[in-house]
């Protein structure tokens, strides 16, 4: 895929698969549902070009098993769902968080709760993909927000998660997921591409190895016997319930998160140094703000346009930054309000922070947007 | 398993005591009653010179606690077992 | 950890000896396992163990299976890890025939917790979430092969000796091979069905069963068949999969 020179037509899902092949993926096991399906049929046509494989699973439970088993096995493993697999497929998250196993679920959103309106978009996914699994865990999401970027975050969410041993999310929403843009997919060789750490043969290997943040994976096959396991475990993954050791095994699995923010939170942001309001947005939403902001800007208003490529870890320090710095925030989203809490809680008081939200299956219009804008400014 | 009884020195039985947990298998499955369970309740050769190597004993231990030594092709076999 | 007389030892034992009898390199075996008491013995084991989800250990080795079609991979589970939550795992990996060897370590409860029933709990007796008797339970053997199981054998931890072949023979078979190992569970089972000690179980299991060959001649209601019921090539999974994508080409 990474071979094509002009740019053209792709559908976001498309460009999912694409970003995925490029960043190494050679396994995929998911389950259909709309609206993520596209990315599944694709990847079963695509994979076994570069050697890779493609399952299609007898539930989402079992396809998030098998992306972890394929992962295990030393493949680059995805899969693709929507809201209600997403849900299905949390304990089974919960268990690569634990046992630090690289994998990347795509989450196209629809609207919920339940089965919802399966062909209309929503953000509504946010806290799940925080809190969906038990526990206290860290997460990786990423918000594309348009075709390109959904490529270009696909690649990055595969590299995190190589390095990091963690799974990563993405966001997607059916608006993002099933448009078509025009775009240009970089050249493989222009692409920064990380692969797990592995072990040195001749030494004892430590799987979970408490002196450093991330220890290399060896992939069952090459010769290392050691355990993996959801329980808390110690260094070599046996299984261990002593206390000091699952306080340091929780605290690595949060510190390698928290010690990568720089790497992890991508923002985009213009018109903020005279704003006195600004948007901030993510995902297909934020197509209507830019929209929206450039029209207030055109009008004289002091709009500013922020916008998080990255839902989790929360860019709060990003936000609070400039949040003294202006009076409102304005927090459009596709939901009944989920990053809205976050955003308060980076402004801490410091402006005022305003929702607008649409959780109707339609996405929320320029206009609305500057509607609300001139509203509140 | 059976083996003809012949005249030879005693089969070496050895229990580790602390993996053996006292269920009594060995002593309900040797055909020569050369099994017992002591006061700790850990089972222990109680007729060692009764013992006919039928390495049963061995067998159903559900925790790999007693073991036949001088059973040449057994002992080889139980190290690489155990101890791989 | 297993309780005092638990059969778990006795199948793990018997698991060892077939691998050994094998001589498989080690560095090319690979043991899956789900949730419950029996599922613990991966941690036991000196090879490359993957203690999984309650019963999700065949989806799991599904995914490792296809990027590794050089390992052997055994999956140890339950009886309720298998077939009830672990259900709909186990009659897709079985239609698929994908090569995988399912050791599942029947003790008709749920151990770990214990002793709650499970569909395998035989009808009418007693677990602690069916204190008037367990309602209807099935034949792993009979699902297996229903659901296209390629090889499908039983043998109780009494048959010690027949089990280790059968588990030895189920490696032997190129696609999904089920060993269902009957073990009494002394504690739970055991004390509220009033079954003895282990001894006793394990001579009960002695008394009850009859190989399966046998069947046919001789009225075997209510006993335990023991042996190979079922056992019969079939294309395997990940090795048509890999001849269907052979030189697929961008």
């Given amino acids: ?377 | 398993m059976g083996r003809l009884a012949k005249i030879h020195e005693p089969y070496e039985i050895n229990v580790k005591n602390e993996w053996c947990k006292g269920c009594g298998i060995c002593v309900g499955f040797c055909s020569r009653n050369v099994l017992a369970m002591n006061a700790d309740g850990k089972a222990y050769a109680q007729h060692p010179e009764k013992c006919v190597g039928c390495n049963k004993c061995e067998i159903y231990c559900p925790d790999f606690a007693i073991s036949l030594g001088g059973l040449t092709d057994g002992a080889d076999r139980k190290d690489k077992v155990i101890s791989r | 950890m297993w309780c005092s007389g638990c059969g778990n030892g006795l199948v793990t034992g018997s698991l060892l000896r077939a691998i050994e009898n094998l001589d498989i390199d080690t560095s090319k075996i690979a043991i899956v396992s789900g949730i419950g008491c029996s599922s613990r013995a991966a941690g036991y084991l000196n090879f490359q163990t993957l203690h999984t989800t309650h019963g999700r250990a065949l989806a799991f080795a599904t995914g490792l299976k296809m990027v590794r079609p050089e390992l052997t991979i055994f999956v140890i589970m339950g009886d309720g890890d298998a077939m009830a939550i672990g259900g709909n795992h186990f009659i897709h990996a079985s239609r698929r025939n994908i090569d995988l060897n399912a050791i599942i370590f029947n003790n008709n409860i749920y151990g770990m917790t214990g002793g709650q029933a499970s569909p395998l709990t035989p009808q009418g007796e007693k677990a602690t979430t069916a204190p008037y008797g367990a309602e209807r339970n099935f034949d792993i053997m009979k699902v297996a092969v229903a659901t296209g199981a390629t090889f499908a054998a039983r043998a109780t931890t009494y048959h010690l000796p027949l089990l280790d072949k059968l588990i030895e023979k189920g490696v032997k078979n190129k696609g999904f091979s089920v060993v269902e190992a009957l073990t009494y569970c002394p504690v739970g089972y055991g004390k509220l069905n009033k079954k003895g000690d282990a001894t006793a179980m394990l001579n009960w299991y002695k008394e009850n069963s009859i190989p399966v060959e046998k069947c046919t001649t001789v009225d075997h209601e209510g006993k335990i068949t023991v042996g190979i019921h079922h056992h019969q090539a079939a294309p395997e999974f990940v090795e048509e999969y890999t001849r269907r994508t052979q030189g697929v080409k961008r």
């Fill in chain 1, 1 to 377: 895929m990474g071979q094509i020179e002009k740019t053209r037509l792709f559908q976001g899902n498309e460009a999912c698969v694409a970003g995925a092949i490029a960043a190494g993926a050679n396994f995929y096991a998911g389950y259909p549902i709309t609206p993520s399906t596209e990315i599944a049929e694709l990847a079963a046509r695509k994979l076994p070009e570069t050697g890779g494989k493609f399952i299609q699973m007898e539930d989402e439970i079992g396809s998030m098993a098998a992306v972890i088993g394929a992962s295990i096995g030393g493949a680059k493993s995805f899969t693709a769902t929507s809201g209600p697999g997403f849900s299905l497929k949390q304990e089974n998250i919960g268990y690569a968080m634990m046992a630090e196993i690289p994998c990347v679920i795509v989450n196209v959103q629809r609207l919920g709760p339940s089965t919802g309106i399966a062909t209309a978009p929503a953000q509504g996914d946010i806290m799940q993909a925080r809190w969906g699994t038990h526990g206290d865990h860290p997460v990786i999401a990423f918000a594309p927000s348009s075709v390109r970027e959904t490529f270009d975050l696909t690649v990055k969410a595969f590299n995190l998660s190589e390095k990091l041993r963690q799974p990563v999310f993405i966001l997607l929403d059916e608006i993002v997921g099933h448009m078509r843009e025009n775009i240009h997919i970089p050249h493989q060789d222009e692409l920064e591409i990380i692969n797990r750490e592995k072990p040195l043969p001749d030494q004892p290997y430590k799987p979970y190895d408490e002196e450093k943040e991330v220890s290399p994976l060896a992939s069952f096959g090459e010769g290392f016997s050691y355990n993996i396991t959801g329980l808390v475990h110690d260094e070599y993954g046996f299984p261990t319930t002593d206390s000091e050791k699952t306080k340091k095994l929780l605290s690595r699995l949060q510190r390698k998160i928290d010690n990568h923010l720089e790497e992890i939170i991508l923002t985009e942001e213009f018109g903020m140094d005279d704003a006195s309001l600004v948007v901030v947005s993510y995902g297909c939403t934020a197509r209507s703000v830019r929209q929206a902001v450039k029209m207030a800007r055109k009008n004289g208003l002091p709009v500013g346009f922020f916008r998080t490529a990255t839902i989790w870890p929360f860019p709060y320090e990003k936000i609070s930054a400039f949040a003294d710095k202006t009076k409102t925030l304005l927090v459009p989203e596709m939901n009944m309000g989920q990053i809205f809490g976050e955003v308060e809680r980076a402004v801490h008081g410091q402006a005022r922070v305003v929702g607008l939200n649409r959780f109707d299956g339609e996405m929320i219009t320029p206009d609305e947007i500057l509607q609300k804008i001139l509203e509140v400014i």
